[in-house]
């Protein structure tokens, strides 16, 4: 394509008018000026020091107030022996508050409380925590300090002084940097990438044998952020697994898991004895033990794999992957959706999946990793990607990128008779969508789940986010 041509933008109906987000940084690559797009989402109100509140002095039994909310602990914790915590949800979510080892309240909706009590509890420090899955690695962790001769404040956590606001302006900005750092140097803020193609062994017999170890390992979600991830081959998401119709497929789990486990293979056709849900089609597959799961590639698919066993535990922490057969054949070529013509010979510079996960140790992240270490995908103006959004945690995701229309043109692997645009996809758990889109115009377009706490807290962005960078 000559320098200077202009895309037409594909959807059908293509806003040409001026991007209403803020520009943060302009970045020169290959003599084109490039923006990073801070997309406006409502800030968070952050606490201030200087709130003008009393504190007085207290008898154990009295109680300290507690607001839990959007991924926050807010209040005084430091307290005296015996003191209740009168913990209230001002969230919109169910919350709730467990002191790590010793008690917790109830699952709270929003505007619900509880009082948790903290006698027998000797002087010392104590974690405290949301446990719904995906909130305490989103920030609602903190220290309960139980001290001889500490006083309860009396201070109201939802009306102290006003919020830091230039501070609030300074964390934004701040969150971008080690994602501007990375797309402009090239180099990756965390060890380990997850779902890398991986190439088989061609067995005697003619499968394509792929080994998947099962395995407890060490992951690097964001900058400096290491946690213990249940692995397939020490990656999260496990390798990508890319097969051909009429493929002889051999999938062997090699279990180095401290517990038993199995493989399912989610939307691949196979035969029953391979369905991978023990005890009812196989034993489970011991520590230090091998299993191989067979099939036939009789369609083109958008599978997935992860374990059945123990799935609660070890998919949130990391254990799934993909699995594609023949995918490309499912692109729409040659029709039209909407007035936009898909060309007939079709070559997308880009085939991949975005698996998206909110629990476990993994948390809110995007492929195995939480924004800034979240992938930056490349493009020239004028390609064409396609993109399979895979669902492996416990909430739905409405998945917004920023420009681009999306076309929807197969579900969970099954072409749809009738492709349609969206500018965001609301993804579910289990569900795979695959999506096609048009890079048209230059620029740095942020791409993110639009539950607006997936993808930023009060110290910034993170979690659900990334970014295409088009030249």
């Known amino acids: 394509m000559s320098e200077g041509t202009e895309v037409a933008e594909t959807g059908p109906t293509a806003n040409k008018a001026t991007n209403p987000y803020t520009m943060l940084l302009t970045m020169l690559g290959g003599g084109v000026a490039i923006a990073i797009v801070i997309f406006a989402i409502g800030l968070v109100a952050g606490n201030d020091d200087g709130g003008d509140g009393t504190t007085g002095s207290a008898t154990p039994g009295d109680a300290v107030p507690v607001v839990l909310s959007e991924f926050a602990i807010d209040g005084n ?4 022996p015996g003191a209740a ?6 969230g919109s979510q169910v919350h709730n508050l467990y002191i790590e080892g010793d008690g917790n309240t109830a699952d709270l909706a929003g505007g619900e409380s509880e009082s948790l009590s903290t006698a027998g509890l000797d002087p010392g420090d ?4 949301c446990a719904i899955p995906g909130h305490r690695e989103a920030g609602m962790e903190t220290t309960l300090s139980i001290e001889e001769g500490a006083v309860i404040s009396t201070d109201d956590p939802h009306t102290g002084a006003n919020p830091d606001y230039a501070q609030l302006d300074e964390d934004m900005i701040n969150s971008f940097q080690p994602f501007v750092d990375q797309v402009t ?3 990756r803020n965390t060890e380990g990438v997850g779902a890398q193609d991986m190439e088989p062994v061609i067995d005697p017999d003619g499968y394509k044998r792929f080994d998947l170890v099962a395995e407890i390992g060490e992951w690097e979600i964001e900058p400096g952020n290491v946690v213990e991830a249940w692995t397939f081959n020490g990656m999260v998401p496990g390798p990508t697994i890319k097969v051909n119709v009429g493929d002889k497929v051999r999938i062997r789990l090699i279990n180095k898991m401290p517990l038993g486990t199995d493989i399912h293979l989610h939307g691949i056709r196979k035969e029953n004895e391979f369905d991978g849900v023990s005890p009812l089609t196989q034993d489970l597959t011991m520590q230090g033990e091998t299993f191989d ?8 698919a958008v599978g997935m794999y992860h374990p059945h066993a123990h799935g609660y535990i070890a998919i949130p922490n990391g254990m799934w992957g993909a699995v594609l057969v023949s995918s490309d054949s499912l692109l729409p070529r040659g029709q039209t959706v909407s007035g936009v013509e898909i060309p007939a010979d079709l070559d997308p510079v880009l085939e991949d999946v975005m698996v998206l996960n909110d629990a476990g140790t993994i948390g809110l992240s995007l492929n195995g990793k939480s924004f800034p270490a979240t992938e930056p995908y ?3 103006v004028g390609d064409w990607a396609a993109i399979h959004y895979y669902n492996e945690g416990l909430q739905i995701h409405p998945m917004h990128l920023h420009q681009f229309p999306q076309l ?7 072409p749809l008779d009738q ?4 500018d965001t996809v609301n993804i579910a758990p289990g569900e795979r969508y695959s999506v096609l889109f048009q890079t048209a115009r230059p620029g740095v377009w942020v791409w993110h789940c639009h539950i607006l706490n997936h993808a930023e807290r009060e110290s910034g962005m993170f979690g659900m986010v990334t970014a295409l960078v088009v030249s």
Do not use: H, Q, R
């Open 419 to 422: 492709p349609y645009w969206a």
């Open 293 to 300: 799961y067979e099939f036939t590639a009789i369609e083109p």
């Open 378 to 380: 490349a493009f020239n």
């Open 185 to 187: 140097s090239g180099e």
């Open 77 to 80: 914790l430091v307290v005296p």
């Open 85 to 90: 915590l009168d913990v209230e949800n001002a």
């Open 126 to 129: 104590y974690t405290v925590y």
């Open 408 to 414: 929807i043109y197969a579900k969970d692997g099954i």
